[in-house]
């Protein structure tokens, strides 16, 4: 401080003299040694501690970036294993779905074919049992054509033609 107060009356003292333009040799050693004094008391006090912080600072934002890069890297792994797990399972229900259609329609071939054969062979029995019923009917409407016809001879003729007129 004694320095500082020394330097500003030699400052004072030389305005007052009029020497604007002089240079005081001591009082720019003064100046000098005063700068470099504050110069290195700033670099141990407050730039080294100050660019200890920022440096530690970077290191530590550096590990985050590249623990983040890490984890996005696992994420995107998961995800795509993920995705390759989610497509087989999608390709695994698709062919048990067609195979299970398959069997479906083999199933509906199966039982269209059963019903089909069904109805043929009742269709076949149906028209076996008409004509069946037919040839009975006839049988029986031959043994009565005799009967019928003189019946009907009767009705014509108004007259039974078995008997002499």
Same mark, same amino acid.
């Given at each position: 401080?004694?320095?500082a107060? !020394?330097?500003s009356?030699?400052a004072v003292?030389? =305005?007052?003299?009029?020497?604007?333009m002089s240079?005081d040799?001591?009082t720019l050693v =003064?100046e000098i &040694? +005063?700068?470099l004094?504050l110069?290195?008391? *700033?670099?141990? +006090? &407050?730039f %080294?501690?100050l +660019?200890?912080? *920022?440096?530690a600072?970077?290191r @530590?934002?550096?590990?985050?970036?590249?623990?983040a890069?890490?984890r996005v890297?696992?994420?995107?792994a998961?995800?795509?294993?993920?995705?390759a797990?989610? %497509? $087989?399972?999608r390709?695994?229900?698709a062919? $048990?779905?067609?195979? !299970?259609?398959a069997?479906?329609? @083999?199933?509906?071939?199966? /039982? *269209?074919?059963?019903?089909?054969a069904?109805?043929?062979?009742? =269709? $076949?029995e149906g028209?076996?049992?008409?004509?069946?019923?037919?040839?009975? !009917?006839?049988s029986e !409407?031959? @043994?009565?054509?005799?009967a +019928?016809?003189g019946? /009907?001879?009767?009705?014509? *003729?108004?007259r039974?033609?078995?008997?002499?007129?």
């Open positions: 401080m004694r320095r107060v !020394l330097a009356s030699f003292a030389s =305005v007052a003299s009029g020497d604007l240079i040799v001591p =003064v &040694v +005063l700068f004094v110069v290195a008391v *700033l670099r141990a +006090l &407050v %080294k501690p +660019l200890q912080v *920022l440096e600072r970077d @530590a934002i550096d590990g985050a970036r590249s623990e890069e890490v890297r696992e994420a995107d998961r995800a795509d294993e993920y995705e797990r989610l %497509k $087989e399972v390709a695994k229900a062919a $048990e779905r067609d195979g !299970l259609r069997e479906g329609r @083999a199933e509906e071939t199966r /039982i *269209l074919e059963g019903a089909k069904q109805t043929i062979r009742a =269709v $076949e028209k076996a049992g008409v004509r069946r019923q037919a040839a009975v !009917l006839r !409407l031959d @043994a009565q054509i005799p +019928l016809a019946s /009907i001879a009767t009705r014509a *003729l108004g039974d033609p078995s008997r002499p007129s």
